[in-house]
């Protein structure tokens, strides 16, 4: 049996206000500890630590010395990992000093489930968190500025930034930034803004956003207008979206996952909220922490069946992913708690991110450490490790994770490749025919949106045409009256948006 217990704490780590732990029986409870009494495992030592359900495999993708602490993942068209590697945490870089933080990508090139080639693409950053992978390079987050890192010679290291927003608050926290950047079918790139800290900011438009605490907001990509989202949470770290276009949030405190509505307004600390629009929780267990970093929703098909759509959290203050299923009644959607889905021996093991690759296979940013409390342990406590940090990996057994270089893909076979159960790779293919101005894609992607017989496919056809400003009414109306369910939830959105 396990035992409950409830403590209070101002903030635990990652994210986390007044936790409740359930744990796991270990002879000293070390999954109690804010400051864990263990000795850190080497890689393979805590590799042997983690309990999966049948079938499953996971696989170190990379580890000390090459990366250091990850933060948040993404990946490319390439079927490369990027990820935000900070050794400064918690501190930040006094103004005028360069930092030591890195963007890093990861390859595997020879398939054998270990990144064997790692480059790092940008440096000198100070607490780098929140990335997105486009055209020549990225747009990251980096105290104080949201920057789009540009490669303009091909070598994959950056060699121009340009400040897109900012300044943006970390002065009251470093532990509560912006995170977690994902792109939505629209074109948008949304965000998360986390505890704490203040902001007020503007795009090119000089349309103003003013922010204080936990928050989600969306940008352009260009750098010419910024949009708050919607209002509240404490401290949201983690975003997924699902199949219908839903985007979802793990808040670091109130609740492991939230459906965000636009405009609508959440738990926080002292917020009042408009009388209308307070969105309910989807859930009211806390999986035994509110210690919450990270969410995934499965959608790749080497998974097996009762896995799809389930909703995967990185717990770590219990060492452990948390799943829940999706249960719908009409448009509203309840979090069912299932079992989890790893569980680990080793109190240092914190999944801070996960991401479903385009191979399928799960990843899991591990920001390994003794410490991951922000306010009840010193900020310079000599436990903090600043070396130590791993991806890992999760395959399903005799199932095909190879990767693809979807770039060197035509605009035929790019459509086609639409047509998988991987949103991470239909929404990469999305955004490439979207950005690649220069590419002839739009009478391949209306034949497709009258032609294609599986909905998925014109789904993203349908948010390509509009994105390229190519979408016609008569297109949209056949969309707003297709059998298929999928494609008139995603063509009443695009007239919403």
């Known amino acids: 049996m396990m035992q409950c217990f409830r403590i209070s704490w101002w903030c635990l780590g990652w994210c986390l206000l007044t936790p409740v732990f359930v744990f796991a029986q270990t002879s000293d409870n070390q999954f109690r500890e804010i400051i864990r009494t263990t000795e850190p495992l080497t890689p393979q030592a805590e590799q042997k630590s983690f309990t999966l359900p049948p079938g499953f495999e996971i696989q170190l993708f990379a580890s000390e010395a090459e990366i250091q602490k990850p933060l948040n993942m993404a990946f490319?068209?390439?079927?490369?990992?990027?990820?935000?590697?900070?050794?400064?945490y918690p501190y930040p870089v006094k103004p005028g000093a360069r930092g030591k933080d890195t963007i890093k990508i990861l390859e595997d090139t020879d398939g054998d489930g270990r990144s064997d080639k790692i480059t790092t693409f940008a440096e000198g950053l100070n607490i780098p968190m929140g990335?997105?992978?486009?055209?020549n390079g990225v747009i990251a987050f980096s105290i104080p500025d949201i920057s789009f890192?540009?490669?303009?010679?091909?070598?994959?290291?950056?060699?121009?930034?340009?400040?897109?927003?900012?300044p943006m608050g970390y002065e009251r926290d470093t532990h509560g930034m912006n995170n977690s950047f994902r792109r939505g079918l629209d074109g948008w790139l949304y965000a998360n803004h986390g505890f704490n800290n203040q902001t007020r900011v503007s795009g090119g438009d000089g349309h103003v956003v003013e922010m204080q605490s936990g928050n989600t907001y969306r940008m352009r990509l260009d750098g010419s207008r910024i949009e708050h989202f919607t209002h509240g949470q404490v401290n949201p770290f983690g975003s997924t979206f699902d199949e219908k276009g839903n985007l979802f949030t793990a808040d670091c405190h109130s609740k492991p996952i939230y459906q965000i509505l636009r405009?609508?307004?959440y738990p926080s600390f002292g917020k009042p909220h408009d009388g209308l629009g307070?969105?309910?929780?989807?859930?009211?267990?806390?999986?035994?922490?509110?210690?919450?970093?990270g969410v995934e929703i499965i959608s790749a098909e080497?998974?097996?069946?009762?896995?799809?759509?389930?909703?995967?959290?990185g717990n770590v203050m219990t060492s452990r992913i948390n799943r829940n299923s999706p249960v719908y009644h009409g448009s509203t959607i309840i979090a069912q708690e299932e079992p989890d889905f790893l569980i680990s021996t080793d109190p240092w093991f914190r999944p801070v991110d996960i991401r479903q690759g385009p191979d399928g296979a799960l990843y899991v940013a591990d920001f390994y450490n003794k410490i991951i409390g922000h306010y009840e342990v010193p900020l310079d406590h000599p436990g903090r490790d600043r070396l130590r940090g791993r991806i890992w990996r999760i395959v399903c057994k005799g199932k095909d994770h190879s990767s693809v270089d979807y770039s060197k893909m035509n605009i035929e076979q790019l459509i086609a490749a639409l047509d998988t159960s991987n949103l991470t790779t239909r929404t990469l293919i999305t955004d490439y025919l979207s950005d690649r101005t220069e590419l002839d894609v739009v009478e391949?992607?209306?034949?497709?949106?009258?032609?294609?017989?599986?909905?998925?496919?014109?789904?993203?056809?349908?948010w390509t045409l509009f994105r390229r400003d190519a979408l016609t009414d008569n297109l949209l109306a056949r969309a707003l009256a297709c059998p298929a369910e999928l494609v008139r939830i995603h063509a009443v959105k695009i007239l919403a948006e």
């Open 76 to 88: 490319d068209m390439k079927g490369r990992l990027w990820i935000t590697d900070s050794s400064e």
């Open 131 to 135: 990335l997105y992978p486009c055209q």
């Open 149 to 166: 890192y540009e490669d303009t010679d091909g070598d994959d290291k950056a060699d121009k930034v340009t400040r897109l927003f900012g």
């Open 263 to 265: 405009g609508g307004y």
């Open 278 to 293: 307070f969105v309910k929780p989807m859930m009211d267990h806390l999986h035994g922490s509110t210690a919450i970093a």
């Open 302 to 313: 080497q998974f097996p069946e009762e896995y799809q759509g389930d909703f995967f959290s």
């Open 444 to 462: 391949p992607l209306q034949k497709a949106v009258l032609e294609a017989k599986q909905p998925v496919i014109v789904v993203h056809s349908l």
